[in-house]
């Protein structure tokens, strides 16, 4: 039996001393095994392993990303760390309460939108296992909607993040049972069965029409999370010592600038360190 394994333990009627001598005993196997454990522990590089990592790294970012950033020659220090890590938590913090508009008030058609919305989830909107409680909570927030548009035709129908990415989530694969149900579907899609074509002419609001307005915003939402990833890994490379400087300000720009790195895989300050140990 090891030490590790083994720890000293005083008796219920060990007397002061034995009890302090226990405590040193044990006291010493465990400055031991953390002795133990730094042993193991990957060998830390030095400062000009380090400098060395970040000058290839530098050499090899600006080759590749120099259309989008460049890794400036001065090494970042906890001032430049401290306005990367501001400016992405300022990104997050523009996009968490975020509203998303699906159709303004100058259309005209913001409260037939709504309506809309809340009669398919009454009468369409499918649901299993735990997740009826999406179509109460969704009734209760158009519900809300529908109560203040009434009161100011001048107010455009916005929704929050939760809420669309609820009706993404349902609208997105529709489905029914039998015959009853398909024509409810053919009234949301403006369809006559009778005549193979539209009840009404330019009809304003339908099913599919509102879900490329839904699909629309989640797309957005993707671009968004790219410009925070590339945000995001700014930071990670300037704990590393690394000062990366935008060329680009533009969404679209930010979206080809995270697929040129993804593509890439630019390095992380683990894999700096784990370079200059080589």
Do not use: C
């Not at 259309?67 to 990104?91: G, Q, R, T």
């Amino acid at each position: 039996m090891t030490k590790k394994n083994f720890k000293p333990v005083a008796g219920d009627n060990a007397t002061d001393e034995q009890k302090i001598a226990v405590d040193n005993m044990n006291a010493e196997i465990a400055a031991e095994e953390k002795a133990e454990e730094q042993k193991n522990l990957p060998e830390q590089p030095s400062e000009e392993q380090l400098e060395f990592a970040r000058i290839n790294t530098r050499k090899e970012f600006n080759k590749k990303f120099s259309k989008w950033a460049e890794i400036e020659p001065e090494n970042a220090d906890d001032d430049f760390i401290a306005l990367a890590k501001k400016e992405f938590e300022d990104e997050v913090e523009v996009h968490k309460n975020e509203k998303f508009k699906i159709v303004s008030a100058e259309d005209g058609l913001a409260l037939k939108y709504a309506e809309f919305l809340r009669e398919w989830n009454a009468k369409f909107n499918k649901w299993e296992k735990g997740m009826w409680r999406g179509i109460i909570r969704f009734e209760q927030v158009i519900g809300k909607i529908v109560d203040e548009l009434k009161a100011d035709d001048k107010k455009d129908f916005e929704i929050d993040y939760a809420t669309l990415i609820f009706l993404y989530n349902a609208m997105m694969t529709p489905n029914g049972v039998g015959l009853e149900s398909a024509r409810t579907m053919a009234k949301f899609e403006n369809y006559n069965e009778e005549t193979d074509a539209p009840f009404e002419e330019n009809i304003p609001v339908t099913y599919s029409g509102i879900l490329s307005i839904i699909l629309e915003k989640v797309k957005y939402l993707g671009a968004v999370d790219k410009k925070l990833n590339i945000m995001k890994q700014r930071v990670e490379l300037a704990y590393a010592g690394l000062r990366m400087k935008f060329k680009i300000s533009s969404l679209e720009e930010f979206i080809e600038f995270n697929d040129a790195i993804t593509k890439e895989n630019m390095p992380t300050d683990e894999e700096i360190q784990q370079t200059a140990r080589e």
